[in-house]
């Protein structure tokens, strides 16, 4: 059974920074691509960042500079640290994997910039 679990949400000042975790279990997980989405309120769930089975990774130009995806295949975790967080970077961010025929994402992880 997979399974996604983050953590590390809260609530931080503009400017500030946070580390999200997602652990991952029931997968073989360094062969797998992770990716990072947030879904704001009344918005389309949309892509973060990502992390293949290499290392190699990609972001949204929202995030491009600010944020940093890593993974530890020790530890079956993927990371997102988040910098320079802005008001609209408010959002539940879910980590995702996608298997050959399935897709399972975690329950999400609310992260509210606001002053």
């Known amino acids: 059974q997979v399974q996604l679990v983050e953590s590390g949400g809260g609530l931080v000042q503009p400017g500030g920074s946070l580390t999200l975790s997602c652990v991952a279990s029931?997968?073989?997980?360094?062969?797998?691509?992770m990716t990072w989405y947030r879904q704001a309120p009344g918005k389309q769930r949309e892509l973060v960042a990502t992390?293949?089975?290499?290392?190699?990774?990609n972001y949204a130009d929202a995030v491009k500079g600010r944020f940093t995806i890593s993974r530890d295949n020790a530890k079956n975790t993927v990371y997102l640290r988040m910098n320079s967080l802005k008001p609209e970077d408010t959002a539940v961010y879910s980590c995702?994997?996608?298997?050959?025929?399935?897709?399972?994402w975690g329950q999400g992880t609310q992260v509210t910039v606001s002053s």
């Open positions: 995702n994997v996608r298997l050959q025929f399935a897709q399972y």
């Open positions: 029931g997968i073989t997980f360094s062969r797998y691509a």
């Open positions: 992390i293949i089975s290499n290392g190699s990774t």
